[in-house]
């Protein structure tokens, strides 16, 4: 079933995303038409997430037919904004590192002869 939602990648939202958001959503009990809406997903996308959510204790659904996350569901939050959190702090680390060959590559190197000469210093 995981597979099948790989189909679900809309442009930069992964499936991972579309899951946190729906958990979000069902933070507080709401029915299915609101995560529909909230989760910014067609009535199929929602049946097949749901099937998930609810299969992998995510999500529960009461007798009302209202769905709030679970404590798992609640976990997976957590361990969601932490991967978020390390990955926009590798992101700025490598873009950092980016910049610094860029700068490095403008200081010793030019576009016409290659090499710049670097100016001597006597110790």
């Not at 403008?106 to 576009?111: D, E, K, L, R, S």
Request: proline share 1%.
């Amino acid at each position: 079933m995981l597979v099948d939602l790989e189909k679900d990648r809309i442009r930069n939202r992964h499936r991972l995303d579309i899951v946190r958001d729906l958990l979000s959503v069902a933070l507080v009990k709401v029915r299915k038409t609101r995560i529909m809406y909230q989760g910014n997903l067609s009535y199929v996308q929602l049946e097949r997430y749901l099937k998930v959510l609810l299969d992998g204790g995510l999500l529960k659904c009461d007798h009302d037919s209202c769905y709030v996350i679970t404590k798992r569901g609640r976990e997976f939050l957590r361990v969601y904004d932490r991967h978020v959190q390390r990955c926009s702090r590798v992101k700025e680390e490598v873009e950092g590192t980016v910049r610094e060959r860029q700068l490095l590559e403008a200081t010793f190197f030019n576009g016409k002869n290659g090499v710049v000469p670097i100016a001597s210093h006597h110790v």
